[in-house]
């Protein structure tokens, strides 16, 4: 499985990249044919004073392809919601394939 991560319009510091791999590396347990995981944290509204945090994750599994945006005023928080609801789209998949 294949992590990569992007940031658009800021540098990340090691404390999120650490936190962003640390949880994608547990999707593995959720399908064993995850062969690339796409992180992207996004700032939006930069011209405004107010930034949201925005993080998106794709998933691509042979055959299909999972995507998930979430936004909150964190990136941990938009990215663990965002990875908590393509773990559920994973799962619902998984669940209709083998029934």
Not at 66 to 73: E, L, Y
Not at 90 to 99: G, T
Request: hydrophobic share 40%; net charge positive; charged share 30%.
């Amino acid at each position: 499985m294949n992590v990569n991560i992007q940031t658009v319009h800021f540098d990340a510091d090691s404390k999120l990249i650490a936190h962003v791999e640390g949880k994608s590396s547990k999707i593995a347990q959720f399908h064993d044919r995850i062969t690339k995981v796409d992180v992207f944290l996004k700032l939006d509204n930069v011209v405004h004073n107010i930034k949201d945090k925005i993080a998106e994750i794709r998933v691509l599994i042979p055959g299909h392809e999972f995507f998930v945006k979430h936004s909150s005023k964190s990136f941990e928080e938009s990215f663990d919601s965002a990875l908590d609801a393509v773990i559920n789209q994973i799962k619902r998949k998984k669940e209709k394939l083998a029934a």
